[in-house]
């Protein structure tokens, strides 16, 4: 046996002082006489003496654990200072010893197994917190992303829209000056052409519905330009939205207001009036 280390079943004794945050704790700090081995002084203590080497002062340091069995000391970190040691060693055999040194050993194993572990736990605990936290985030960001994706689709489609309607307005008032200057050769078209059809002539009437041919491709075209001819049917009530009167004529066969002959047709672009269709109605004295 090594004399000159300290082993379970020897006997120590000497003044102890209990150091907490620099403070001394008087309760623990007296002049005491320990058979390590046997946890006299503070509970699983004698295992931070064993196997140091015989000194007349010593000095301890260590951490109780938060479950530690003095509820007040449990979760500090202290200082044991042992001065004037004097020891006394236990002679027994060497096998004994050697257990008795392994189960200290051991146990202090196990109490550091057992703080890792717990060291292990709260990591796992900060690092599950984290990637909660790194999840929200992700999802926070996506529903920002997205949210800003649909708002500028929003805004591309409102100006895209915008850009077509400025588009069309422009397109409409061009044409508009066109159509005006159009309608009046347009009728003169349309009257000729309905004057040969109604001839006796074969050549001519012949020519005519050639004509009347044309006539229906000019009416397609306008209608394609958002044009709409504005036909009075004869025998219809006076429309002063549509139609303007050229003239009155008496026939007190007919109400006020009913339309017996078209002068010229009228036109509209999209339900705005270019230029309105000339009529001759009945109006009674």
Do not use: W
């Not at 005491?32 to 015989?54: A, C, H, M, S, T």
């Not at 003169?188 to 519905?209: H, M, P, Q, R």
């Amino acid at each position: 046996m090594n004399s000159s280390k300290l082993n379970l079943g020897d006997t120590l004794s000497g003044n102890f002082t209990l150091f907490i945050d620099d403070k001394i704790v008087k309760e623990y700090t007296k002049q005491l006489e320990i058979k390590l081995g046997k946890e006299q002084y503070l509970p699983n203590f004698d295992q931070y003496l064993v196997n140091r080497k015989v000194k007349s002062n010593l000095e301890v340091k260590l951490s109780f654990p938060k479950n530690y069995e003095i509820e007040e000391l449990g979760g500090k970190k202290a200082k044991v200072v042992i001065e004037e040691i004097k020891v006394k060693h236990t002679t027994h055999d060497k096998h004994e010893e050697h257990n008795k040194n392994e189960h200290v050993h051991n146990t202090r194993i196990t109490e550091l197994e057992k703080e890792v572990a717990d060291l292990k736990a709260k990591l796992f605990e900060k690092d599950h917190k984290m990637l909660i936290q790194e999840y929200a985030f992700k999802e926070k960001l996506e529903s920002i992303q997205s949210k800003a994706k649909e708002k500028l689709e929003a805004e591309q489609a409102h100006m895209h829209q915008k850009l077509k309607n400025e588009k069309n307005e422009i397109k409409k008032y061009a044409l508009q000056s066109f159509f005006e200057d159009f309608i009046e050769p347009f009728n003169n078209l349309l009257a000729a052409t309905n004057a040969g059809i109604s001839s006796d002539n074969e050549v001519v009437k012949n020519y005519c519905y050639g004509f009347s041919i044309v006539v229906k491709q000019f009416t397609n075209l306008l209608e394609e330009n958002g044009a709409l001819i504005i036909q009075p049917e004869i025998g219809q009530e006076f429309n002063p939205e549509k139609e303007e009167v050229i003239d009155f004529v008496k026939d007190e066969t007919k109400a006020n207001n009913t339309i017996i002959r078209v002068v010229r047709l009228g036109l509209s672009i999209d339900s705005r009036l270019v230029k309105p269709a000339g009529v001759v109605v009945v109006k009674n004295d």
